[in-house]
């Protein structure tokens, strides 16, 4: 029996524009992703029970049966390769679920991995990301990671340098919020502010932190913070803490701030545990 231990990397986006509705549905997309430090741990073993494939998470809310993303990525790869062995995947969440931050897709992108090397197949990371896509728009980004510009539905993936670092404060507040239900409500027809993604694409070149924070835009936002106000209240305790900016993550309702200075950040950090706001709370980095 083979063991792997994967991170699943978080994300967060830099900008997130919605251009139309495409007629399939979905939503083209112009958004800068971001790799972070906060991240789930999976765990993917081969077992002996053939065909069998098993997932558990820690978390009750997590449905642990073939809708669940990982079993997915297992059983795609599975049946193409015709794999007989069975496999177990463990799931300990950390990164906050329904936050807006992929942490579904990841771990779906970090079980392909995984099963791509124990099973030694060979797949390379664009053939990866091009099975991936069938699981989820946020899937292939996922596969890759970094700093990238993501366009189309999600998966047209341009690779940008590392952003430059900072002190990052990500903070869920104790509601849960649906993909789904935001991109049904939003009228890309009707948005008026947008970011301008080549800025900020431009800023992370050129190293230029404060820049890229002063161009930090999500049109998504102006939706979720309708039902969700407090994603406001958790934002001007950042910015009256120093952050350079804060801004809602994805879909929400998960809230990221940018800090040049870790002192500012711990106090942020003090503060929002004391308000009572946030129900995950973590100080990382771009990875």
């Known amino acids: 029996m083979r063991e792997l231990h994967i991170k699943a990397y978080g994300k967060i986006n830099l900008g997130l524009d919605v251009i139309r509705k495409r007629e399939d549905g979905y939503h083209d997309l112009d958004m800068i992703m971001q790799s972070v430090g ?3 741990d999976v765990i993917i073993k081969d077992t002996e029970n053939v065909g069998e494939i098993t997932v558990e998470t820690d978390q009750f809310v997590l449905e642990n049966n073939k ?8 059983k795609l790869l599975m049946d193409e390769f015709h794999i007989k062995a069975g496999v177990s995947i ?31 197949l060979g797949l390379s990371e664009k053939e990866l990301r091009e099975r991936g896509v069938k699981l989820g728009a946020d899937v292939p980004y996922c596969i890759m990671g970094g700093t ?9 993936l341009t690779k ?7 002190h990052l404060i990500i903070a869920k507040p104790p509601v849960s919020v649906s993909t789904a239900y935001v991109y049904g409500r939003i009228r890309p027809d009707e948005i008026t502010k947008r970011p301008d993604i080549e800025k900020i694409a431009e800023s992370i070149r050129e190293s230029d932190l404060k820049k890229m924070a002063g161009l930090l835009h999500n ?12 994603i406001k209240e958790i934002e001007k305790v950042m910015l009256e803490n120093g952050a ?19 002192g500012k950040a711990e106090e942020a ?5 004391e308000s009572g706001l946030t129900e995950q709370l973590y100080l990382t980095e771009f990875v």
């Open 38 to 40: 906060v991240y789930d």
């Open 67 to 74: 809708d669940n993303l990982a079993y997915r990525a297992a």
């Open 90 to 120: 463990y799931i300990y969440k950390r990164i906050p679920v329904a936050g807006g931050m992929a942490g579904g897709s990841s771990d779906c992108a970090a079980t392909l991995k995984g099963v791509n090397e124990l099973f030694e």
């Open 148 to 156: 990238a510009i993501a366009r189309g539905i999600g998966d047209d």
């Open 160 to 166: 940008l340098p590392d952003a430059p670092q900072c």
């Open 219 to 230: 049109v998504m936002e102006d939706v979720t913070v309708g039902d969700y106000p407090i």
């Open 244 to 262: 350079l900016n804060s801004i809602m993550s994805g879909s929400g309702p998960t809230v990221f701030g940018i800090f040049d200075d870790g």
């Open 269 to 273: 950090m003090k503060q929002l545990e």
